[in-house]
Every structure is written in structure tokens, then in C-alpha cells.
């Protein structure tokens, strides 16, 4: 059974941090692209960052730039996703993805085919 499980969520204050895992199974992660999107209430879904399966290549929206450091382990079958210096506009539900991603479209949701159910990501004073 094809699986992603997120984790890791949680409330937190400005400035803080959490680190985010996507636990997979039921495939091989290993030549898969791994994507991770947010939404917020209300806002369309938007990929935050990514990271190749060849290379571990990474990419960051402009928003999460030097904040959030992806990562993966494919022997654990499972990627991450780091977040410092959290801020009210991190709020969201956070979602993991794998796919066979352009890895110059890898933050578009089209370009998946395997999602996580999510996990919450609230941050606030």
C-alpha cells in the first residue's frame, strides 16, 4: 500500500521551529522527486520546496528561502523539511508529495502523483 505520512507539526511562536517528516512506503523513494506544499485556510495550495531524487538537488520558494532546509534519507524511506525563524505567515497545513517532477516545475501540484494527508503548522504569540 502506497503511502505518505506526515509528522512533526505542531504550535509554535515567532521564531521558532519544527522540523517536518514525510514517511513513506509502499514504493521506491529513491527515484522519486519529493515536494513539500502548504495551504492555508482560504489560499490555494503552494509548493515551498523540493528536493531531486538523483542529485538531492533542493529548491525554495522565494518566501522560505534560508528558513526551511529540506533533506531526505532514502533508507529510512523518508524526507524532511526544517523550518527556523517561523513566522504567522508559515500557518498552514503542510503536505508532503512524490512524483516523477520536472524538477523545474517541482513546486507546481500537478506534478504529483502521491500525496500525505497533511499536518498542521500553526504559528502564533
Known amino acids: 500500500q502506497v503511502q505518505l505520512v506526515e509528522s512533526g507539526g505542531g504550535s509554535v511562536q515567532p521564531g521558532g521551529s519544527l522540523r517536518l517528516s514525510c514517511k513513506t512506503s509502499g514504493f521506491n523513494i529513491d527515484y522519486y522527486v519529493i515536494g513539500w506544499f502548504r495551504q492555508a485556510p482560504g489560499k490555494e495550495r503552494e509548493g515551498v520546496s523540493c528536493i531531486r531524487s538523483n542529485d538531492d538537488s533542493t529548491y525554495y520558494e522565494d518566501s522560505v528561502k534560508g528558513r526551511f532546509t529540506t533533506s531526505r534519507d532514502n533508507f529510512k524511506n523518508t524526507a524532511y523539511l526544517q523550518m527556523n525563524d517561523l513566522t504567522p505567515g508559515d500557518t498552514a497545513l503542510y503536505y508532503c508529495?512524490?512524483?516523477?517532477?520536472?524538477?523545474?516545475?517541482?513546486?507546481?501540484?500537478?506534478?504529483?502523483?502521491?500525496w500525505g494527508q497533511g499536518t498542521q503548522v500553526t504559528v502564533s504569540s
Open positions: 508529495a512524490a512524483g516523477f517532477a520536472r524538477f523545474s516545475a517541482c513546486t507546481r501540484p500537478a506534478e504529483y502523483d502521491l
